[in-house]
DNA sequence: TCGCTACTTAACGATATAGCAAATTTCTTT
DNA sequence: AAAGAAATTTGCTATATCGTTAAGTAGCGA
């Protein structure tokens, strides 16, 4: 079926929208921040229990944490010497979850990697 | 408000499942992509006619059109000597409105770049 | 103040990719 | 078969970014 072709004139994305749009789906595009947002979905946690959680290093993980914050994607709050990060926009669980059930859909075989359940 | 604690396990994602994730948020993640996803979004074209709409070179828009349709965004279907793209992934329209949506929350003042309207 | 812990920043090498130009393939038409 | 149009592929350069190591900063505690 084919598209609508003279419905609504809709207009487009202007190119600064179309930039920042990118910038938060990139932010998305990593595993490793992937990994921080769903370690993070469960539970609150300090960064240095995301790099144990994680087994990377400090300086790898500092640096994907600024890109979620500047994604607007985590909130971080320094408690005395440590720093708690948590999930600050509630789209990204649903983007995640959109995406994995998308994925779950088109390989039923390999559905196993997703969390699918038996 | 702190995340939950104690009450779900929620198994975490596979590390197969983290990079499938990330590698279709990546096909999100650049400018000239969303430009064609939100031209196909209002009626399906040709990949001439992509890039005439984009002013772009044919090899640049043939390359991202391949990226797009790897990542199941788009379907591609040869017509004698043109090629007729359509989005093929219902969600590809889901996730931008919702990415969109939220930008227009975070910045009323610029809300026009998005299509907010006056 | 000194030292320690928690985190960030800088500098680096390796890899990926956007965009361009040129060569190539595929299909239609004459 | 030859010419030409539509797309893809191939090199290429420039730029971005992942991860590491090392250095720097900030906030406790003795």
Not at 29 to 58: A, C, F, K, N, Y
Not at 77 to 94: H, N, S, Y
Request: aromatic letters at 2%; hydrophobic letters at 40%.
């Amino acid at each position: 079926m084919p598209n609508k072709n003279k419905t609504e004139p809709k207009k487009q994305l202007s190119p600064l929208a179309l930039d920042l749009i990118a910038s938060r789906f990139r932010a998305l595009s990593e595993p490793m921040r992937l990994r921080l947002l769903d370690l993070l979905m469960q539970v609150d946690q300090t960064i240095g229990q995301l790099v144990e959680s994680t087994g990377s290093s400090q300086a790898n993980i500092s640096k994907h944490l600024s890109v979620l914050r500047e994604a607007g994607m985590i909130a971080m709050r320094k408690d005395g010497l440590t720093t708690v990060c948590q999930i600050a926009d509630p789209i990204v669980g649903e983007l995640c979850e959109m995406m994995c059930s998308r994925l779950r859909d088109e390989m039923e075989g390999k559905a196993q990697a997703f969390g699918a359940g038996t």
